[in-house]
């Protein structure tokens, strides 16, 4: 039996983690449970499963715990959990930049590193290839366009590969006229037509952020360079990625859309346990139809490749200031255009640095945030803009 520690236990990945771990008891443990703030449902968690310890990063108001095993707080213990001496496998499903630290951490203690934090590859690329090469960790990918990447693969050389697809959903308004993303607003963003997802991944999913930061993931994931990783548009959410190889034979792996089947494949890999996911219905999901991005009316896709093809700290400077643009939206204090307006004008009074240390992403990060919130104040004024 494996331990697994769970990094946002109480978020939509963290939870369809514990689905699994409830439907395989004789594989995997709970090790440790860590959240931001819920302390109530967190402590509602440690009351099931009995974790060996459980982390809040923040330090609870006006709370008592039911659960009367051992709880530590702070941002240090959150490391401690990702390195967790009864935990075999971590779980990241941390939101934002949060989840680099915990990633190097879980990789320099030797750990099976289920990775669903995309920030932690987009700004520290480098930084967590080199704690996966230096050590006896392990790092499979969570996301399903990875994780389908990643079966497809199965082992095969870089060399092989012609070039990879990733597969975007396009969102909400994948249809909807370019003259009308203006008005759109907060309700409209997070309406997903195929994914449950929380509330900052669903909103990067309809500007296509989202498949931005997924691009920058795969080139670090599978070592490809960016001209070789393509996207289009897949509204069903069936076929989760392809890979075509270089003698013109494509594989893909296709599925409904449930974040539980990556995080099983992620936990018990190499091993494929029987699970309780329904038969697959190929003619209830016919038809597969594929699209086109519409790159012009969606630049948060171009920003993002951009950025991730300029390398050094311009990833985690787009992540930031897109972070910081997305909480504005999601405030009612920026219309949903104005998130590229944001991130287009924070990158552009940004210096790009080489990417070696830790601090040269922080530095980057604060920077972006600094400008992307000047912008967010610019555009503001009278309204959203």
């Known amino acids: 039996m494996r331990g697994v520690s769970v990094l946002g236990a109480t978020g939509s990945i963290g939870r369809s983690t514990l689905n699994v771990v409830r439907r395989h008891p004789d594989r995997f443990r709970v090790a440790a449970l860590t959240a931001r703030r819920s302390a109530r449902e967190l402590d509602e968690l440690a009351l099931e499963l009995d974790p060996d310890f459980v982390v809040l990063s923040e330090e609870p108001a006006d709370f008592t ?3 009367r095993g051992e709880w530590r707080i702070g941002e240090a213990a959150l490391l401690e959990a990702a390195a967790a001496p009864g935990a075999a496998i971590v779980v990241n499903g941390l939101v ?9 951490a879980a990789l320099r203690a030797g750990r099976r ?18 704690a996966l090469a230096s050590g006896s960790g392990e790092l499979l990918p969570v996301d399903s366009e990875h994780s389908a990447i990643h079966q497809c693969l199965a082992g095969r050389s870089p060399a092989e590969v012609r070039r990879i697809v990733l597969t975007a959903s396009g969102g909400p308004f994948r ?29 990067d999913s ?21 001209e070789r990783i393509d996207v289009v548009v897949h ?37 494929r346990p029987a699970d309780e996911t329904p038969p697959f219905d190929p003619v209830k999901a016919s038809p597969l139809t594929f699209e086109r991005p519409r790159r012009e009316d969606f630049p948060m896709l171009r920003l993002g490749l951009e950025a991730g093809r300029a390398g050094g700290t311009v990833p985690a400077a ?13 405030e ?54």
């Open 332 to 385: 009612e204090r920026l219309s949903f255009p104005g998130i590229a307006g944001v991130v287009e004008g924070a990158l552009g009074r940004v210096t790009p640095r080489s990417l070696e240390t830790l601090e040269d992403v922080w530095e980057a990060d604060g920077r972006a945030r600094e400008a992307a919130r000047e912008e967010v104040e610019a555009r503001a004024v009278g309204g959203r803009t």
């Open 206 to 226: 309809a500007t296509l952020a989202n498949k931005a930061l997924e691009v920058i993931e795969a080139h670090h994931l599978f070592g490809l360079p960016y």
């Open 113 to 130: 590193l289920a990775l669903a934090n995309k920030e932690s590859l987009v700004a520290g690329g480098e930084l967590v290839l080199g």
């Open 175 to 203: 249809t909807l006229p370019a003259g009308d993303l203006v008005e759109v607003g907060r309700e409209d963003a997070l309406a997903h037509p195929t994914w449950s997802m929380g509330a900052k991944i669903t909103v």
């Open 235 to 271: 509204p069903g959410s069936i076929v989760h990625s392809m890979v075509e190889f270089r003698d013109g034979s494509v594989l893909a792996q296709l599925g409904e859309p449930t974040m539980e089947v990556p995080i099983l494949y992620a936990l018990a890999h190499p091993e």
């Open 318 to 330: 787009f992540n930031a200031a897109n972070e910081v643009a997305v909480a504005a939206f999601l």
């Open 96 to 104: 934002g930049i949060a989840g680099l630290e915990p990633t190097l």
């Open 65 to 67: 715990p039911r659960w």
